[in-house]
């Protein structure tokens, strides 16, 4: 069945320099207390989240992973809904300020996977798809 309605523009979160330039001191520093440093100077910035929740399950502390994840994606969610976004549509993986969201929401994923939240796993992954094809691609060749 096709469907007639066409498809919601794209939602492209805002670009944030200052907490862009914090993130880039972070990496540089290398450190979890940098990115967290990062996180709550800008809480609702979910590149700090996904840095933090990435960082925490290749450490292998998933539950630490899985709160860092949940937390970046409910940011970004607001942060989606104050762009535009009504509930579905493309958050295209190609415009960088989105890609906060979407690694939260890919981390999310797998950390829900490893502590036996097999349901969550496969919807945050659906989402994650829906979102963008090309995101759920260049994630999980990281």
């Not at 709550?40 to 929740?53: D, E, H, I, V």
């Not at 762009?83 to 979407?102: D, I, Q, Y």
Request: hydrophobic share 40%; net charge negative; charged share 20%.
């Amino acid at each position: 069945m096709q469907n007639l309605l066409p498809e919601p523009p794209a939602t492209l979160l805002p670009v944030h320099e200052e907490a862009d330039a914090a993130l880039a001191a972070a990496a540089e520093q290398g450190t979890d207390e940098a990115y967290a440093e990062v996180a709550a100077r800008f809480p609702t910035y979910s590149a700090a989240w996904a840095a933090l929740a990435g960082r925490a399950l290749t450490a292998g502390q998933v539950v630490t992973a899985y709160a860092y994840a949940r937390t970046g994606y409910h940011r970004g969610l607001d942060q989606l809904r104050r762009s535009g976004w009504k509930g579905h549509g493309p958050v295209p993986w190609a415009h960088t300020p989105n890609r906060g969201f979407l690694r939260c929401l890919y981390v999310l994923s797998r950390a829900a996977g490893e502590i036996g939240e097999a349901d969550e796993a496969a919807r945050c992954a659906q989402f994650l798809r829906d979102c963008d094809p090309a995101a759920g691609d260049a994630l999980s060749s990281d």
